[in-house]
């Protein structure tokens, strides 16, 4: 059974950094697509960065020169380092692991889910 566990959230002021890390087991995921999506009260669940099964990341726009992805195959771990963080990426961020090369949609197995607050 495929497991992901989040950590690595928490509050932080603006323009600050925060690193998450999604831990997976119970397959073998470095033929996945590994992504992190974030949702909010007022928004539905939202790509913010993922990164295919050969390494190419893909990024929203508003996250485009202040996020990384990453991911350690060796470690079955993908990583989100945050920098310049702005309180509109305050939210739930979650981890996704997937088959394919879409992220569109609801697929694949999920994490629990961690905050991301940015409040000075």
């Known amino acids: 059974q495929v497991r992901l566990v989040e950590s690595g959230g928490g509050l932080v002021q603006p323009g600050g950094s925060l690193r998450l890390s999604c831990a997976a087991s119970?397959?073998?995921?470095?033929?996945?697509?590994m992504a992190w999506y974030r949702q909010t009260p007022e928004k539905q669940r939202e790509l913010v960065a993922g990164?295919?099964?050969?390494?190419?990341?893909t990024y929203a726009d508003s996250v485009k020169g202040r996020f990384t992805i990453s991911r350690d195959n060796a470690k079955d771990t993908v990583y989100l380092q945050m920098n310049s963080l702005k309180p509109e990426d305050t939210a739930v961020y979650y981890c996704n692991v997937r088959i394919g090369s879409s992220y569109n949609g609801e697929n694949g197995h999920w994490g629990q889910g961690t905050q991301v607050t940015v409040s000075s």
């Open positions: 990164i295919s099964s050969s390494g190419s990341p």
């Open positions: 119970g397959s073998v995921f470095r033929f996945y697509a």
